[in-house]
């Protein structure tokens, strides 16, 4: 029925490279769906246990961040999705087509859906969504970053929508796609941000009933939901009556709950629970590393020491950290060595560049001047220490990467780097960076598309926003590379945006800018009674719809 | 007072005049090594505790690791050496310091009338109707994490708890009948103050302040696992307690050793405490 | 005195960095731009002098309005009158639990002999001991992962309130038992017990009749302070047993900045502590004759 091809579907595997095809192959196997159990039976309520993060508004338009994204992946339809093979699928929008200039996009949409409280969904809809997005007194974050090259939406018909754009924007889909754009029902929209973020309306395969601050939010199946993404398995209303979504912020406890059969899904699961898991063989993984940046720690090349290239390769070269990746995620996180996820066609990666070389950091930190070293072992240069602070949000690193941070902290001593680390909550995390008091950071961002590195590495990230929020953390300021990012985010061709993307990575990893971890861990431990399960490959998050329950 | 004491033959009193006991004897010990971890860490730890060594780790306690190891192969038992000095420090200044501060609102409400009674009551009230921990937290985001902060931010959570608690012992001693009868005959107060009312007054809070080296570690465990304690890589008993936390179904020897020190000092120092308050009281 | 913790707690407040404003657009980190963010200053009197905001917060308070949370965009009012019954439920169980306890604890370790008073004395130095996350961690494996008596994380009903009671009930009745026992042998030795005994009571009896009734002064007036550590204790056991309540909106508003939410869990938490110290006045008064005395003269 979805009969249009997406235009971004002829991507050329051999072009990629091998590397990305290997990147790819292992996205298809990590995002397999748990093995299904016979034939799909309806009924049955699943509870959902998450660790994040309780969202202060359930309308992902406000704010934008990752837990929101979870609960609307139920709730709401994107107008695109993203298929494992990283090409762009139809869902509420059949097709689309982009003009000469790039400036313009039309899209196609169904003419069969209604929203779950009736009002009817159309290009109107689209309209009023987008503008909803732009409005800055609904304080959207992630999705208004978006649509920045979005210039106006209308409605050319009752099923077709334009969208005029001031420059051209080769990451508009994946922009699309991603669940903070999710379409809500106007008249939804229209009740007010009160009362939207308490119960925004969709499209989606499940409808929020209730929600119990501090406690829960109940879904219960939209059992006239006609329009699931292109990949899913199966038409129709979804198989589960209900979602029970439960807010367990301790990691033991919510692993605790899962093995009691208290609930059936839980994330955020840890390394150690997940290596118990396996061993006890009755619980399913679902691995879905998110799309966009890797894990990685950023050096501050904005001042010194590590203004000086010489200073971030000895860094660099000084930890030891593979060993600590495999102690310490029981062999669930593998090592990157990309600024870009693995789940990311585009990503490229040079593990030459990292290898472990003590005797190379001492000689480069000889030769920046860095010689002398005081009675802790520490280097000393014109009587001040070699320290660099290292901020860490509790929030937002689980205890085996803040047991890796200590780890880098014991190795980069052999060198005679002092590395500080302080553990702060997100508020005074964010006044750090803020304050621009660090060396080092290390900040997760999910994106949808290699267009994630222009939010990262293009110089105009350093300049704060008025809220004190910057995302170029290394402060990396090239003109070549800010040329290639733009250049990049403006290119129709697929094999020529992939190349300059490349290029771009080049730069950044061989500058020394940033030390990547792993891509940005995202496991899910299921229960032996649900099946059918898999991650949406937009930004990784798990879908219910197709799954069921068995007894 | 005790003359009637003395003469009651009952296990109480068998009990006061007893030399020093088997459990004393092992408190005494624990607390040297406490203070020999404290003053020579290196004499009595058998290894560096922050060389870590990520393929040894998790072990299980062993000859060469008589603790096990950690997440990062650290040697839990040099770690839990190491991280005496830190922990006795916030234990004992933080409950110096609620000690102290409780001490002077007590004996101001215990003492200064009924106007000051009433005003330094209200204060304390104002005090205690904040949480602990709400207090805590104010203090650490105010001044930021670290070992000072949260002892300071335990210490003057403690604070009115203890005023609390001196000033209830003052008014009971304050209407007995010994002091009534000091009083009527004719002594100053100073002197029922100093001779009389203070002692008796103090026995019992050295028995809480005891207890509250135990509670001031708890404390500071708390926020630790809150994630403002101490900072990495040093080795506090709090700190380690909740980073094993996150281990203990796979390896229990993270938090049992830790908690185990923590326990133990409290019961050392309330052993110790409670002799030493017996002992000055029959001198 | 609520005008006292109001007063403090909007002060305290101020002190911590952050721009409040930032806590209405999603919290740290929003990529607001200078507009809204001065277009929510405006909206939430941000941009008003401190000493205007503060009458303006006592003025609404006065009236009962606890104003409206940053992050959650609701009522105050209506926000924590939600949260409010499960955390009193839960520190009122687990206060009754520990007074259980303690008074069993401290008449065991007294009336046992030498062995007992020992082995009394290690269950309650080591209980007042444990750390409420520690505790916790420990019963969840034992008794819901192991065993499978009680679910590990709240369900609303009883079973899933016995972990999280017991939780915070243990090291609570250590402290509370040591306070008592130490008076318990004091109040033995003294001349009232002493002629009781001479009356012919038995020593089960006297306990029950006579010495408990002063030993628990001191715990009494410590049942006060043994209310704001619960609070403080349910903001780990809540957010371990995922239970909601005051202590886990408290700890989310403090991570949020959510200053009005804050406010409003001291101020309640301060109404309900003097409902409480009402009570132990009533009850020392109760207990100690001396104190009933005192009043009289």
Known sequence: ????????????????????AAALVLTGCQATPTPPSDTPTSGGTLTYASGDAEPTCLDPHVGGNYPQALLATQVFDSLVSRNADGEIIPWLATAWEVAEDGLSWEFTLRDDVTFTDGTPFNAEAVVVNMNHLQDPATESSTGYLALGKVSA???????????????????????????????????????GMEENCESPIGTGPFVIDEWVKQDHVSLVRNDDYVSPPADASHEGAAYLDGIDWRFIPDSASRYAALQSG?????????PDTLAAAEEAGTLTELDAPRPGASNRIELNSGKAPFDDVRV??????????????????????????????????????????FDVDLD????????????????????????????????????????????????????????????????????????????????????????????????????SGITPAPSGYFANHAQVSIPTLDELLTRASEVTDETERDELYADAQRLILEGYYVLPLYDQQNHFLIGPAVSGTRALPTVSTPTFYDAWLTD | ????????????????????????????????????????????????????????????????????????????????????????????????IGLSLGLVLGVIAGFGGRVLDFTVNRVVEVLFAFPGLLLALLVIVIAGPGPVTATIAVGLSTAPGYARIIRGQLVGIRSSAWVESARVLGHSPTRILRRHILPNALAPLFVLATLGVGQAVVWAAALSYLGLGAQPPAAEWGAMLSAGRTYIGSAWWLTVFPGLMIVLTTIASTVLGRSLATRSREA | MLWAVATLTFFAIRLIPGDP???????????????????????????????????????????????????LKVPVGELLAAQLGGTILLAVVALALAWLIAIGLSLWSTTGGRVAASVGQGIELTSAALPHFWLATVLIAVFSTQLGWFPPVSTGDLRGLILPVVTLALPLSGFLAQVMRGTLLDTLDSPFILSARARGEGEIG?????????????????????????????????????????????????TLRDVPVVTGVVIVVAVVYILMTVVTDAASRLADPRLRLEETR
């Open chain 1, 312 to 353: 971030r390769e000895a860094f660099v070269r000084a930890v030891d950290i593979n060993d600590g990746i495999d102690s310490l995620f029981f062999g669930s996180a593998t090592r990157s060595y990309s600024p870009l996820s693995s789940v990311e066609v585009a990503a490229y990666s040079d593990d030459s560049l």
């Open chain 2, 1 to 96: 007072m005790s003359e009637l004491e003395v003469r009651t033959v009952t296990a109480t009193a068998a009990r006061r005049r007893r030399r020093i006991g088997i459990g004393e004897l092992l408190a005494l010990l624990f607390v040297l090594f406490l203070l020999a971890a404290t003053l020579v860490p290196g004499l009595v730890s058998t290894a560096d505790p922050n060389a870590i060594d990520a393929r040894a780790a998790f072990s299980t306690p062993s000859t060469s690791h008589w603790f096990g190891t950690d997440e990062s192969g650290r040697d839990v038992y040099s770690r839990v050496v190491a991280g005496t000095g830190t922990s006795l420090l916030i234990g004992v200044s933080a409950t110096a």
């Open chain 1, 262 to 270: 208290q609930v059936d899904v839980i994330d955020n699961a840890q």
């Open chain 3, 206 to 254: 006297i306990r029950l009749r006579h010495a408990l009734r002063h030993a628990a002064i001191p715990g009494i007036s410590l049942s006060g302070w043994a209310l704001g550590y619960l609070i403080s204790g349910a903001v780990v056991v809540e957010t371990i047993f995922a239970r909601p309540g005051l202590g886990r909106t408290l700890l989310q508003a403090v």
């Open chain 1, 153 to 191: 939406v209308e409605a050319v018909s009752e099923t077709v929508a334009r969208f005029e754009l001031t420059q051209p924007d080769s990451a508009l889909l994946e922009s699309l796609a991603q669940p903070w754009l999710g379409i809500e029902s106007p008249a939804g929209i229209a009740r």
């Open chain 3, 21 to 71: 404003a930032e806590a209405v657009l999603g919290g740290p980190g929003s990529q607001a731009s200078e507009e809204t963010l001065e277009q929510v200053r405006r909206d939430y009197g941000l941009d008003q002098p401190l000493v205007a905001q503060y009458l303006q917060s006592l003025g609404r308070l006065a009236t009962g309005d606890l104003g409206s949370s940053y992050a």
């Open chain 1, 360 to 459: 190379r950091a001492n000689e480069l930190l000889d030769e920046a001047g860095w010689s002398e070293r005081d009675a802790d072992g520490y280097r000393v240069k014109d009587g001040e220490r070699l320290t660099l602070d290292f901020p860490v949000s509790t929030n937002q690193s689980i205890p085996a990467e803040q047991s890796l941070f200590e780890q880098i902290q014991a190795t980069a001593k052999d060198a005679g780097f002092e590395v500080s680390i302080s553990l702060l909550d997100l508020s005074g995390w964010y006044t750090a960076l803020g304050a621009n008091e660090y060396d080092i950071v290390s900040a997760p961002y999910t994106k949808l598309g290699p267009d994630v590195l222009r939010i990262l590495f293009h110089s």
């Open chain 1, 1 to 20: 029925m979805h009969s249009a091809l997406p235009p971004r579907s002829r991507r050329g595997l051999a072009a990629v490279g091998a590397l990305a």
